[in-house]
């Protein structure tokens, strides 16, 4: 025979409690007192409310590992996610916060800092005392962060790292064509500050998907033009983080700093001119030499260009050049032998 449970009816609770209620007035029990009689029935409410939360935090833990880590359900979550999203815009407009390196409005974000004078600002003379007695580029290897940081990037020194990266050969690439074919999604992406001799006006006709896929084929078989050079900058926050997946990040780059706001890459192949290249830089600065070499020239901004000397370096494969630009401008020559050179940059906010 099934066992049967005893239900307690309202009436008959309250009744009970005003019972309890009435027998510890009887009995003129002090407030302390009462405390103590009623501590068992206090471990036990609170027990039972750990309990639950503790089981609701499993819960949440578990279905968040599922998410995360069961790709099916992960993609569906996403899917699902991304409709409802979508369902929210006639409500609240949220695409202008999915680029924005900022949700709080009041804050200016980085391009809007950066006007058509900020590149033309620079340290006042008295900060020149730093550069004044530089005439060349350090070389270290096998260095810290906290030694590069302390001896290097607190006194605006540029310095060339020598075992920056792996070298061309044991990345996963084995010609240019399959390299130009790893960064196809970013020149897709419409990549801004792009100079190039392969199109007239890069700026402008790059914004054709045409025109995209002829400069692809033409950089495909990058070996049998004549001369040409192509640099470009990824500004969208996606190409940014593409970036991070097709190069590494170097071993001296602190776990603390911020990850890199915007990058670069410059190629080039037989071009010899006189005129070096200007690049719009702003930030922590890491130039990545991936292949053959480049020649890169350091001016002094600002008052500094009339006390400190012009610095020149040559960046061979494996190596990265580091600096600032509070301090330093930075030009280069894209290369004039027979062998494409390819050169990533990173950008670093700075605090």
Known sequence: MASQVNVISAEQLNQDFQNILDSIKRQNLSNSEIYKLFSPVRW???????IKRIKLSILILVCAAVVYYVPLVNWNVS??????????LPYWNWRPLYKDRCLIQNFKSKAEIQGPSYYNRGPASGDCSVCENIGSIFKLDNVSYDHLNEYHLLRSFPVVISDSHVKWVERPWVNMAQFFERIESLLFSFPCNVQTNLIFNPTRTLKSSDALFGLL???SKSESNASWFLHFRNCELKTVKDTRLIIERPYFYAS??????TTWFLVSYNYSIETPKYLKLDGLIIVMQLKNLLKIILSPRGECGRICKEL????????ALVFSTDLWAMEYLPTASNETAVTFISETMQK
Request: glycine share 6%; aromatic share 6%.
């Open 44 to 50: 036990q409410l609170f027990r039972s409310t750990l």
């Open 79 to 88: 899917a699902v996610g991304r409709l409802l999203m979508i369902q929210m």
């Open 217 to 219: 084929d033409v950089l």
């Open 256 to 261: 603390h700093l911020e990850m890199p706001y």
């Open 312 to 319: 020149k370096v040559e960046l061979h494969e494996g190596q």
